[in-house]
């Protein structure tokens, strides 16, 4: 199971952290993800990283504002989102996946609820 928090609304040029908590002894197998998806848009891959953390990679529209991280003995995924836009405005999924980290939602196996970031200018 997949729960995120630390949604909200924010001030474009702020800065806010999402969290997702994992539960299962296996948490730290898996690689993992975060996805967002605004109304009427397709979800849209925005981090990934591997299972050991060593790894990780962005979708070009947040790269260098974005930091993907995780903490495997407290089973927690973090998205630090600095310098947020406008367009960053969707709702926020993480996502577990058995395989590579990847940037396309259809290889990740388990998702959580979403959180909804809003950004206002």
């Known amino acids: 199971q997949l729960v995120e928090s630390g949604g909200g609304l924010v001030q474009a040029v702020g800065s806010l952290r999402l969290s997702c908590a994992a539960s299962?002894?296996?948490?730290?197998?898996?690689?993992m993800g975060w996805f967002r998806q605004a109304p009427a848009e397709e979800r849209e891959f925005v981090a990934s990283i591997t299972w050991s953390g060593e790894s990780a990679e962005y979708a070009d529209s947040v790269k260098g504002r974005f930091t993907i991280s995780r903490d495997n003995a407290k089973n927690m995924l973090y998205l630090q989102m600095n310098n947020v836009k406008p367009e960053d405005t969707a709702v926020y999924y993480c996502a577990a996946s058995r395989g590579r980290f990847s940037d396309k939602w259809d290889e990740y196996d388990y998702w959580g609820q979403g959180t909804q970031v809003t950004v206002s200018s």
């Open positions: 299962g002894p296996t948490f730290r197998t898996y690689a």
